[in-house]
């Protein structure tokens, strides 16, 4: 049911914890499943410098943010802004259809994360006004 890359990131998670001095912290959740996920990135000079998550959820969600916080990591905003779900799935090998949502509660935590960043520091990031 579940690729080996969904399971080596469940069983190894990346950037696990928080950034006590975060640019900006962005928390999900899916009102169905009750998961939540939390994101916190470190910005400088409009690059993704570091990133943290915690997530309280299931497997799919747990290695959807770690491969989601991998593939930001280093990247620009907009390169950040751009990651969706489907990549982030498709990065693991794919996911089960109904374990999909996972994967669009770790786009939404990244978006979730770069708003409270634009907000906090008064930049404006394109392709936000729709997600606030
Ligand atoms: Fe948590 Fe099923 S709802 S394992
Ligand atoms: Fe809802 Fe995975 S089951 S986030």
Redesign the pocket.
Known sequence: MYSEKVMEHFRNPRNVGEILDADGIGEVGNAK???IMKMYLKVNDGIIEDVKFKTF??GSAIASSSMATELIKGKSIEEAMGLTNKAVAEALDGLPPIKMHCSVLAEQAIKAALLDYSKKHNVHIDGLEDFD
Request: negative net charge; proline residues 0%.
């Open positions: 499943c009750g998961d959820g299931c």
